[in-house]
Structure formats: structure tokens, C-alpha cells
């Protein structure tokens, strides 16, 4: 696999990781998560990446792909601090004979990635310490990617100019869902407006509930079948322009 291909593939996930913490620092993460009649256990997950004591990655879903690319994903959370999870995390990868690396975003996030030279598997693991605990994603991504340019989907208000555009699908548990995130441009007051005309052009209703506390930045939209839950926060990109990012979660039911 080329070295772009395979920093294509690092970069999908840590985007993916990064926007899941948005999502589930904003109280919507657990949408993402199996039902509580479902087994939450996720065996691939379990035996591929190094356990951290007594901790049980839960899914994210069994079948889910990032831009095409099927991946399985799980976290969990530990009041533990950073780096305790990482030295031992890095410890077990080397003693099942991989070679991991840790890559630093911040002094209160990071990664570590490894390589499967027998089955070309990634495995990658975000650690991301919040107010007094550590979230720890985990994910496994095959050797032979796809397409991972996925175009914004205009049917959802997304506009065609939107940047950084991941689109996570999962119809696992006997639904359909998706996750999206993408980057607009300017700040977030502007892009909230413009987004929430966007949706009632489509025919999308805002939630009373939501309306009124819409000055933290969550949105949820609504027609029939379809529901949309959106976290928007306002950030600095890398050449210190103002951008607005935000994290949908989209639940659909369709006739099976």
C-alpha cells in the first residue's frame, strides 16, 4: 500500500475519532452506540487491539464504513490519565510483536498507529483526555482501501462547498444511520442561519426543544422518516482562519 493511500486512510479515522468526541462531548454520542437488548461486545475489536485492565471496547457497530472504507470501531472511557493509557497501550502492541507509534496532537490528545505486516490491517488508537477522564477510540481498517472522496449530500441541506466532508454509514442493529462531518467557512452564528434555511427549503422542521437552547450549538431537523441532530462549534484551521464544523447524526427509517 502507498504512503499516501495509507495516510489517506490514518487521516479518515482521526477525523472520524475527532468529531466522535465532539459528538459525544455534546451529549449526542450515545445515538452511536448499540441498543441495550443488542450485544455489546465486539469481538474483532476485543481480540485485535490490546485490552487496557478490566475495560470492554463497546461498538460503535459491526458494520460500518468511513468514505466507503469498512472499518471496525469501538471506545471506551477510563478516569485513568492519558499517558497511563498510552504506555500501556504501546506496551501490549509491542508484545504481540507490532511496531506502534504515537503521534501527539496536543498535550490532551493523541494517537497511536500500527501496522499488521501479516494481514496489512491498521490499527489505530485515539486517546483524547477531556474534564477528568481519558476517551479511548479504537479502530481497524482493512489493507485495500476504496474510494474515499465521497461528495456533500446536498439532500441533507449540506452545501457542495463544504470542506473536510466525512460520512460515516452504519445499518447495523436494524437501522439505517449515518454520521457526518464537514467544515464551512466563517463563524458559526452565519453558517447555523444559512444551514437552517437550507433544511426548511427541504422541507425540514426544527425541533421546539432544541430551538430554544440553540445558542450552545445543537440543532435537530426533522420531516417524515428522517431525522437530523447536528453539534456546530466554531474553531481556528491551521492558517488561523475562523471555520465552523459541524457533526450530524442522521436516522433514517426505510422499508426493508
Known amino acids: 500500500m502507498s504512503a499516501r493511500i495509507l495516510k489517506n486512510i490514518i487521516s479518515v479515522v482521526i477525523a472520524l475519532f475527532v468529531f466522535a468526541g465532539a459528538f459525544y462531548l455534546g451529549g449526542g454520542f450515545r445515538l452511536l452506540t448499540a441498543e441495550k437488548n443488542q450485544d455489546v461486545l465486539n469481538p474483532k475489536i476485543s481480540k485485535e487491539i490490546p485490552q487496557y485492565k478490566n475495560k470492554v471496547f463497546l461498538p460503535m457497530g459491526n458494520r460500518i ?11 471506551f472511557t477510563t478516569k485513568d490519565e492519558l499517558p497511563a493509557v498510552r504506555d500501556e497501550l504501546m506496551k ?11 503521534n501527539q496532537i496536543s498535550d490532551e490528545e493523541g494517537f497511536i498507529q500500527t501496522t499488521d505486516k501479516k494481514t496489512g490491517e491498521h490499527r489505530i488508537i485515539i486517546l483524547k483526555r477531556t474534564d477528568n477522564e481519558t476517551m479511548v477510540f479504537a479502530g481497524i481498517t482493512p489493507a485495500v482501501s476504496e474510494n474515499l472522496i465521497v461528495k456533500p449530500d446536498k439532500s441533507l441541506g ?10 460515516v454509514k452504519n445499518q447495523d442493529y436494524g437501522r439505517f444511520a449515518r ?31 432544541f430551538r430554544k437552547i440553540n445558542d450552545e450549538g445543537v440543532l435537530a431537523f426533522g420531516r417524515e422518516n428522517i431525522q437530523i441532530m447536528a453539534v456546530i462549534t466554531e474553531s481556528e484551521d491551521e492558517k488561523g482562519e475562523t471555520v465552523t464544523s459541524f457533526v450530524l447524526n442522521v436516522m433514517e427509517k426505510k422499508d426493508e
Open 179 to 209: 454520521t457526518i462531518s464537514f467544515q464551512m467557512k466563517g463563524g458559526r452564528d452565519k453558517n447555523i442561519a444559512l444551514y437552517k434555511e437550507s433544511l426548511r427549503n427541504l422541507g425540514f422542521g426544527e425541533n421546539d426543544y
Open 65 to 75: 464504513s468511513v468514505n466507503n472504507l469498512p472499518m471496525e470501531l469501538g471506545y
Open 92 to 102: 501490549k502492541f509491542r508484545d504481540a510483536g507490532l511496531n506502534p507509534h504515537f
Open 158 to 167: 449540506i452545501p457542495s462547498d463544504a470542506t473536510n466532508y466525512i460520512e
